[in-house]
Antibody, heavy 124, light 113 residues
Framework: EVQLLDSGGGLVQPGGSLRLSCAAS????????MSWVRQAPGKGLEWVSGISGSGGTSGSTYYADSVKGRFTISRDNSKNTLHLQMNSLRAEDTAVYYCAKHGGDRCYSSVDYWGQGTLVTVSS | DIVMTQSPDSLAVSLGERATINCKSS????????????LAWYQQKPGQPPKLLIFWASTRESGVPDRFSGSGSGTDFTLTISSLQAEDVAIYYC?????????FGQGTKLDIK
């Protein structure tokens, strides 16, 4: 059974940093692209960042313009873990962050599994 | 970026009736080389993460009831629920994964009339 366990959320002041993690199990983690998708309170879904799985583009990373230069996505295939390092946080980054598994090795595939989400609140 | 626009923003349908949600992309998400539309539909219920319903615009995910169907190509897509059930009350999102950023529509809230 595929499981994605998001963690690392919390309250942080504007300008601060936070590192999210996603522990994956139930599938060959290295083979699949992974993403982070966020949802601000009462709002819709926003894709934040993605990283490809094994294959010709292994480890390629992609970012939404809203987080480029501030967030860094990474994966540790030896520990089946996905990370999102978030720096220079702003109030508008407040959201539930979902870890998401793609159906293929590239981000150019639909998301077939989602974590339960971890809440990030940026406030002074 | 590709902009995804859903219509309507909300709708209410009687139990057993058909529900139709539209999604329009600002540019084509059809990849000519493999003739696939890079378009998915998700269902999100309150307090839960989204759930994949449809991918490649018309392929139903395993375990999804066959009352859910997807259609369309290029820039215009439709999610149809043929006979609305109480458990279908949710917000529905389309998403393109043709190019990054993989943008979502704004969502359509579906209720029972």
């Amino acid at each position: 059974e595929v499981q994605l366990l998001d963690s690392g959320g919390g309250l942080v002041q504007p300008g601060g940093s936070l590192r999210l993690s996603c522990a994956a199990s139930g599938f060959t983690f290295s083979s699949y692209a992974m993403s982070w998708v966020r949802q601000a309170p009462g709002k819709g879904l926003e894709w934040v960042s993605g990283i490809s799985g094994s294959g010709g583009t292994s480890g390629s990373t992609y970012y939404a313009d809203s987080v480029k230069g501030r967030f860094t996505i990474s994966r540790d295939n030896s520990k089946n873990t996905l990370h999102l390092q978030m720096n220079s946080l702003r109030a508008e980054d407040t959201a539930v962050y979902y870890c998401a598994k793609h159906g293929g090795d590239r981000c150019y595939s639909s998301v077939d599994y989602w974590g339960q989400g971890t809440l990030v609140t940026v406030s002074s | 970026d590709i902009v995804m626009t859903q219509s309507p923003d909300s709708l209410a349908v009687s139990l057993g009736e058909r529900a139709t949600i539209n999604c329009k992309s600002s540019q084509s998400v059809l990849y000519i080389s493999n003739n696939k539309n890079y378009l998915a539909w998700y269902q999100q219920k309150p307090g839960q993460p989204p759930k994949l319903l449809i991918f490649w615009a018309s392929t139903r995910e395993s375990g999804v009831p066959d009352r859910f169907s997807g259609s369309g190509s290029g820039t215009d897509f439709t999610l149809t629920i043929s006979s609305l059930q109480a458990e279908d009350v949710a917000i529905y999102y389309c998403q393109q994964y043709f190019i990054t950023p993989c943008t979502f529509g704004q969502g359509t809230k579906l209720d029972i009339k």
